[in-house]
């Protein structure tokens, strides 16, 4: 789509309007995720909840700019760079895909009148899917851990890699004693939720920690994004999971830190530091919080 600034302008907001009421978010099937990697870029849907399609704040064209001279240029040298930053999406009813990231991208690709541009399906976690989560708990009582900094580790310590052909669709790796304690914070009625600032699909992390023989509860993918985007109704859900929760235990590599509810007090139980010992330690400070707790939950 060549043309001005403010004919793509008036092309988003229709696009943004004709999607209000009509378009939702629908989950993707493994085999679809791994086959489809491109899109019609007609066939994509800007995220009205995304400050790219808000008009107060809307797209960056210097950005679009410098995206759609990159692009240019790597038609003319069949440099296809862009096939390894594809634009991540949600697969939409009642037809297309709705853009999570990459909106100056795909821009960029209309305005030159680019056919197709590569993409990455992905299922995030939805309110009513945390919804689902809490409604379904018997628990009162939460682990939470950081995924990108503290579960997934690309050297110390670690888990053996899956054997294949698992390595190649699951190529991460692990913190050593991490299925350990999953299986331990189980054991001991805790419902476990990962948390990460990535693009994972939710359904990638279930099964991936399954191949490990541990169950996750929640699932909390492309957090930063997606609270800055979501505003009150973020805060509203995450108030949501804490007040369903007795308490909290945030773990991370140098500490677990026990919150009650959704109030200010806490409880700090310092790790040494030791990677080899994390594990350990981790399930020795739960213990002693399940020790002092006159509540504690059997399973």
Not at 92 to 117: C, F, S, V
Not at 177 to 194: E, Q, R, T
Not at 252 to 270: T, W
């Amino acid at each position: 789509m060549a043309g001005s600034k403010s004919l793509f302008d008036e092309y988003l907001a229709q696009e943004v309007e004709s999607s209000r009421g009509v378009y939702f978010p629908v989950k993707t099937g493994i085999l679809r995720r791994l086959l489809t990697r491109q899109a019609r870029c007609d066939n994509l849907h800007p995220n009205p909840e995304d400050e790219f399609c808000m008009p107060k704040i809307g797209p960056n064209y210097k950005i679009i700019s410098e995206y759609q001279q990159m692009f240019v240029n790597a038609l003319k040298t069949s440099d296809h760079y862009y096939d390894d930053e594809p634009i991540i999406v949600e697969r939409t009813h009642p037809d297309g895909y709705r853009i999570i990231n990459g909106h100056h991208r795909w821009a960029a690709a209309l305005r030159i009148g680019q056919p197709k541009i590569p993409i990455r399906i992905v299922n995030l976690t939805h309110e009513e899917d945390v919804r689902k989560i809490l409604e379904n708990s018997r628990h009162t009582k939460r682990a939470a851990l950081d995924l990108d900094e503290v579960i997934f580790r690309e050297e110390g310590p670690l888990e053996s890699a899956m054997t294949f052909p698992w390595s190649r669709f699951y190529p991460e790796r692990i913190r050593l004693g991490v299925p350990a304690l999953f299986h331990f914070l189980a054991k001991n009625g805790y419902d476990i939720w990962l948390y990460s600032a990535k693009y994972y699909s939710t359904d990638y992390i279930r099964n991936y920690f399954r191949k490990y023989h541990v169950g996750i509860d929640g699932v909390m993918t492309a957090i930063g994004k997606r609270a800055k985007a979501a505003g009150d109704a973020g805060k509203k859900l995450e108030k949501l999971i804490t007040d369903k929760y007795r308490y909290t235990v945030h773990i991370d590599s140098g500490m677990v830190l026990q919150i009650f509810g959704g109030s200010k007090d806490f409880r700090e139980f310092e790790l040494s530091g030791e990677a080899a010992d994390w594990s350990k330690e981790v399930m020795a400070a739960i213990e002693e919080i399940e020790n002092s707790s006159p509540e504690s939950e059997t399973p």
